[in-house]
């Protein structure tokens, strides 16, 4: 085996030669190998193998042995990160089938390229790098471990278990015993990653204790450009998300309604405990948004006036997002029974404009603050009764300039409140697909949602108090909201449509209701 190629299903590496230093090997990543695994990639946006581009662009040593951060670029020109490692001294078991990126030939030996997001000993090396304050420099890169003050208040134990989360989608995180949350990026951009400065600001200068303390983070320097890897963060123990948590509540809440009056106390318990946990973390989202407004010295945290060019910024964005989805329905296969939705939608398409100026403008002038971002049930952990609010990327499809601009409260308030909304229609197309859905208890759930929804607004604007952060008139602040309902909604629909066309009429029924508010619908 002289040249290093594709031979059957392995990757052939010369003798005396390194996979990362090889072109050969290289070529043939990018042009099979990569390709395949990033395919079947939970994290990487694209499924079709012969659609996807890579080209290895970076090539960042992280220990003496074979581990290296790869950085690629694919053909749309997204950089994603994969850590990497071959190792000759193990067998391709099913265990590790969902890591392997290539089976290696070189001599008489075998061994796996692998993907070690999620492995043990490189989840520790990361928090050894991070207590050590570690910086790694090679191939004109540097990779640079930043801890905060909290890391010395963990437990310095070598950690002993260490799982994957596998629901994650865009990024790959790991529990470290009840110690530590390690989350690595994959599309990474050059510039201020929010959940790091987030995480920094509220742990370091606010003093949040309704979110995971920041630890650290990791960063790759090159030239002027810095690149944030990963973050860690302490562990909170948890009961789970509250999007699960809160469907959990409800189907408890409704097969009691359904089971008759020998269930009435089970049903009763299971609203007023949701009721009370809706409204802690109403004063949670209150609390947050109080200490993220708390710092004028902090320019990038400072509050400010909302100006025209904010005003046509969101209009903007909301009317780009809309044109998106009315140029896309007619090639998408929906439901006969969603289409009249999204034909009123076309309908009031001349009008939408205008009418979302009309709720946004009287906003000029008004207070604009860091916020969450994307917030919604699954970002917030169900915790001793209490709301721990996690996650402050950002939408992750925007770019990074975009999840750090300043915005009204009211847009993470909206969040929630179509998150609630979203949990409780979710239930009730789930029941009406298994037919399960009688009147009683579709009337049981919109009563489930209306006293949710009311119960977070109403525990939010008590804790808000007297604020420039919240509107003193409710006319003012039905507008506002209104506004970031309609924008949430949308960003719904069009995910829905991208991805599960069957559940779009929950979102659409969210525009639909905003848009009958005023008249326009």
């Known amino acids: 085996m002289g040249t290093a190629g594709e031979s059957l299903a392995f990757l052939d590496i010369p003798e005396g030669s390194l996979w990362v230093a090889n072109s050969e090997v290289t070529a043939a990543l990018e042009r099979h190998f990569l390709p395949a695994y990033l395919a079947k990639a939970r994290w990487f946006p694209g499924n079709s193998e012969t659609r996807i581009k890579p080209k290895i662009i970076a090539r960042l040593p992280f220990t003496a042995d074979s581990t290296t951060f790869v950085v690629i670029q ?82 310095p134990n070598t950690p002993s278990r260490i799982r994957a989360i596998q629901g994650e989608q865009s990024n790959s995180t790991a529990v470290v015993d009840q110690d530590y949350v390690v989350k690595l990026y994959r599309q990474i951009e050059p510039g201020q990653n929010p959940e790091v400065e987030m995480g920094y600001f509220l742990t370091e200068a606010a003093n949040f204790a309704h979110t995971p303390a920041l630890l650290g983070h990791l960063e790759a320097a090159h030239g002027s450009a810095r690149y944030a890897l990963g973050i860690v963060h302490a562990f909170v123990p948890n009961r789970g998300d509250a999007w699960t948590w809160s469907a959990d509540r409800l189907s408890i809440y ?168 979203y949990a409780a229609m979710a239930s009730r197309q789930h029941r009406q697909k298994s037919e399960t859905l009688n009147a009683p208890t579709s009337r049981a759930l919109l009563a489930w949602r209306q006293q949710s929804t009311d119960g977070f607004l109403s525990a939010y604007q008590e804790a808000i108090g007297a604020s420039v952060l919240w509107p003193e008139r409710a006319e003012d602040t039905k507008l506002m909201l209104n506004f970031f309902l309609l924008e949430k909604a949308l960003y719904e629909v069009e995910y829905e449509l991208s991805y599960r066309p069957a559940w779009i009429s929950v979102p659409l029924q969210g525009v639909l209701r905003v848009l009958e508010e005023g008249g326009v619908a």
């Open 254 to 421: 409704l097969d009691s309604i359904v089971k008759g009056s020998e269930e009435r106390d089970k049903a009763i318990t299971a609203r007023r405990d949701y009721l009370q946990w809706v409204r802690r973390l109403g004063r949670r989202v209150a609390e947050m948004h109080r200490s993220l407004a708390s710092r004028d010295d902090v320019a990038a945290f400072k509050p400010e006036p909302i100006d025209e060019g904010d005003l046509d910024f969101w209009i903007g964005d909301v009317m780009e997002r809309a044109a998106r989805i009315f140029n896309r329905w007619e090639e998408s296969s929906l439901d006969v029974n969603d289409r009249p939705l999204m034909e009123r939608l076309l309908w009031v398409k001349p009008r939408m404009c205008d009418y979302a100026a009309n709720l946004i403008r009287p906003s000029l002038g008004r207070c604009k603050i860091r916020h969450h971002g994307d917030l919604h049930l699954g970002q917030v952990l169900v915790a001793n009764e209490d709301a721990v609010i996690i996650d402050f990327e950002g939408e992750p499809s925007r770019p990074l300039a975009d999840r750090r601009r300043k915005a009204p409260a009211a847009r993470d308030v909206a969040g929630v409140l179509r998150s609630l909304d």
């Open 74 to 155: 694919t053909n749309h020109h997204a950089r994603y990160l994969l850590p990497l490692r071959v190792d000759w001294s193990v067998d391709a078991g099913p265990e590790l089938d969902r890591s392997i990126v290539a089976r290696l030939h070189q001599g008489e030996r075998e061994g796996l390229l692998c993907d070690v997001a999620a492995d043990p000993a490189f989840i520790r090396l990361i928090l050894e790098h991070l207590r050590r304050e570690a910086s790694i420099a090679g191939s004109g890169w540097r990779l640079d471990f930043k801890p905060t003050s909290k890391l010395g208040s963990q437990p």
